[in-house]
């Protein structure tokens, strides 16, 4: 990390040429040597966002069908969505 701080203090002194390649280059750096680290970071990053997906399908579903039970009454489009509702049902009492 010494090389990052006085390539920081280059910068802050107004030599910015190649100042800020040489940092982004020095953490690629530090990010290369803790490869175990970054691994399991984004392994992790990856369940979560696999479950917040799920999950967040799962309520944006359920929302949409709770709101198309409104329309259920409805005398044009009311009997498609009961059809629609009946399915749903028979879908979930064979499972």
């Known amino acids: 990390m010494s090389r990052l701080k006085q390539v920081a203090k280059e910068f802050e002194d107004g030599q910015t040429k190649g100042a800020f390649e040489a940092v982004v280059e020095e953490l690629f ?17 990856g369940i979560f966002f696999g479950a917040g997906s799920a999950l967040g399908g799962t309520l944006i ?4 069908l709770w709101i198309l039970s409104f329309f259920i009454n ?3 489009i009311g009997q498609y969505f009961q059809q629609f509702e009946r399915s749903v049902q028979q879908n979930t009492q064979q499972r």
């Open 74 to 76: 409805f005398p044009v």
């Open 61 to 64: 579903v359920a929302l949409v």
């Open 29 to 45: 750096h530090d990010f290369y040597r803790a490869r175990r680290r970054v691994y399991m970071f984004n392994f992790i990053r």
